[in-house]
């Protein structure tokens, strides 16, 4: 069973930028994908940005992209989020995400349903 906590949450002025952190426990983390998604009110939970922890690849969202890098240190079972150059249309919950990795995944790496292990939430909110 694997824990996941995020933190780095907050507000920020548009242009602004943001880490956050999703600090994993309980489970062999070399073993998955991490997702960044992340839900605004009204709207689906959508993915940012993922990483194959083993093998280092990521994904990111093209709303999202040359603007935000995921990335984790396995010193400290932690994957981070930076997000440079804020919009406010970032404005949303985040969740880190623990997923199946590798081939035989049932979902695409972008869907929800891949993902077993969520953590919390934290909110980032950009003001215009």
């Known amino acids: 069973q694997v824990q996941l906590v995020e933190s780095g949450g907050g507000l920020v002025q548009a242009g602004g930028s943001l880490r956050l952190s999703c600090a994993a426990s309980?489970?062999?983390?070399?073993?998955?994908?991490m997702g960044w998604f992340r839900q605004a009110p009204g709207k689906e939970r959508d993915i940012a940005a993922a990483?194959?922890?083993?093998?280092?690849?990521?994904y990111y969202a093209d709303s999202v992209k040359g603007r935000f890098t995921i990335s984790r240190d396995n010193a400290k079972n932690t994957v981070y989020l930076q997000m440079n150059s804020l919009k406010p249309e970032d404005t949303a919950v985040y969740y880190c995400?623990?997923?199946?990795?590798?081939?035989?995944?049932?979902?695409?790496?972008?869907?929800?349903?891949?993902?077993?292990?969520w953590g919390q939430g934290t909110q980032v909110t950009v003001s215009s």
């Open positions: 995400a623990a997923g199946a990795s590798g081939a035989f995944a049932r979902y695409p790496i972008t869907s929800p349903n891949r993902y077993s292990y």
């Open positions: 990483i194959n922890w083993s093998t280092g690849s990521t």
């Open positions: 309980g489970g062999t983390v070399s073993r998955y994908v």
